[in-house]
């Protein structure tokens, strides 16, 4: 798998959010990214393109590495496509359990009808405290394994984090 590849997936379906929210702000702020047609397809397709043109030079700038590394990390192949949509969709896989509005199934099922399950089993009956607690739980969890990440590998810590 290329990690730069999976990051830059696993991020890309939220740059819909802050679009959303600014220009439309009467919709949800989670729509055609957050749903597996537009993760496979757009979200898929952003990601590769962002990790080619854009992961090298910022990752490069901002933590030091060797732009050449990095460069060939981010080469187009069939491991570094498939890397994005296992990352988009992994992304929509961890926002499923916590959000009590999923487009995850457009255009086949409504998005109000597919609460997540963490949100019905911690709202018991009150879908703002369901999704209180359920973010708090996924993210306090994400969290944890970062910290893991992290303390598990100290030495070339941003090469082995960023480059893969």
Known sequence: MSLPALTVGAVIPDIECP????LFPYLPNHLFLHSLVGALTLGTGLAVLITRVVYSPVMSRVFGLDRNTLDAACEITPVMVGSCAIGVLSH???DYTMHPYNPLLWPWIDPFALPGPLVILFGNGNID?????AEAIVNGL???FWLVVILANRRNLWSSLWVG
């Not at 679009?19 to 600014?22: A, F, P």
């Not at 405290?129 to 607690?133: A, P, S």
């Open 92 to 94: 929509l896989a961890i």
């Open 129 to 133: 405290t369901g999704l209180v607690l």
């Open 142 to 144: 994400m969290v944890f």
């Open 19 to 22: 679009i959303l929210i600014l």
